[in-house]
């Protein structure tokens, strides 16, 4: 197993994060001890004696590192405006598919202020966002993100179906980490404050006027009824447009910085201007040449490293 060798390259990092050694078991994906949402993490020397180990694994969340997953499963999940190849930290690929990885940052602390509490008293998350529904000859495609103390992810080894291997392409193995982009931490408060609204609702967000479901939270601005009582929401149409109201306490424009049309903010693009109110839609990537070129040069980059 040549990735052994790159093993002692966790060393700087097993004091703040949490290593642990996966088997075959679950599917290849499960940590190969009990009570692993708890354990302190394995050193070097002791994964590199661990019987049966097929690759390692470290646990998200506040209490280790603390450490945030985007997981990238599909070249769809590459599409919503969070870009691979445009962030600098840990970064975590297959050596048989381009389009599946994961990457790891570790929020600062001033970012962490930002989550919501959520109902249990932490402020951990997990939500999905679905890129390419599952059918009969292909496997669905997401974008996760995960800041949760009960989800581990594999950063060294074996895929244990494909045959394929982990790696860390050049200049973002763990040495890397770091924060988050600010967009890509938005993305990731804007799925907390979804998972916080749900839980305290106990539903999904209810139809509202003329056709339109309420959003709470609002993935553009943020607006959710957790906070300040107001009668101004932010709809989502039966066509999956986005109407961001813009208040005092909430803007998408607050949040943001002045927008222009086209401009992509969480996945999705600023298509309309109707007095004050902002019309947002899904965001498909056009194949422009800047985007294109970039990700050419990612794909390029990771098959140096990995040959």
């Known amino acids: 197993m040549s990735w052994f060798s790159e093993l002692d390259r966790l060393q700087p990092l097993v004091d703040d994060l949490a290593f642990l050694p996966v088997g075959w078991g679950n599917e290849g994906k499960g940590p190969m001890l009990n009570g692993w949402q708890k354990h302190a993490g394995f050193s070097v020397d002791q994964l590199q004696t661990a019987d049966g180990m097929r690759s390692v694994g470290a646990r998200t969340g506040l209490l280790t590192g603390p450490l945030l997953c985007f997981d990238f499963d599909g070249e769809t999940a590459l599409g919503l405006g969070i870009y691979p190849w445009e962030a600098t930290t840990w970064q975590v690929h297959r050596d048989n598919d381009p ?27 997990q939500g999905k966002t679905i890129t390419a529904p599952k059918q009969d000859d292909a496997k669905g495609e997401a974008l996760e993100v995960f800041f949760f103390g009960g989800r581990q992810v594999i950063v060294l080894g074996e895929h244990p179906s494909s045959g394929g291997n982990y790696f860390w392409p050049a200049g973002l193995g763990p040495e890397a980490l770091n924060a988050p982009p600010d967009d890509w931490w938005a993305h990731a408060v804007s799925i907390a404050l979804k998972q916080t609204a749900l839980a305290a609702s106990g539903s999904r967000p209810s139809k509202t006027r003329n056709g339109t479901r309420r959003l709470d939270p609002c993935p553009i601005c943020g607006r959710h009824s957790g906070r300040g009582g107001s009668a101004l929401w932010c709809d989502e149409t039966s066509d999956g447009l986005i109407l961001c109201m813009p208040g005092s306490t909430f803007s998408a424009e607050q949040s943001h910085g002045p927008l222009s049309i086209g401009q992509v903010v969480n996945g999705y693009a ?22 294109r070129n970039a990700r050419n040069q990612h794909l390029a980059r990771l098959a140096v490293t990995a040959s």
């Open 99 to 125: 389009f599946r990885l994961k990457v790891l940052c570790r929020p600062t602390p001033e970012q962490l202020e930002m989550l919501p509490q959520q109902l249990d008293g932490t402020v951990e998350f």
């Open 270 to 291: 600023l298509v309309k201007r109707t007095g004050d109110v902002l019309t947002f839609k899904p965001h498909q990537p056009l194949p422009c040449r800047r985007k």
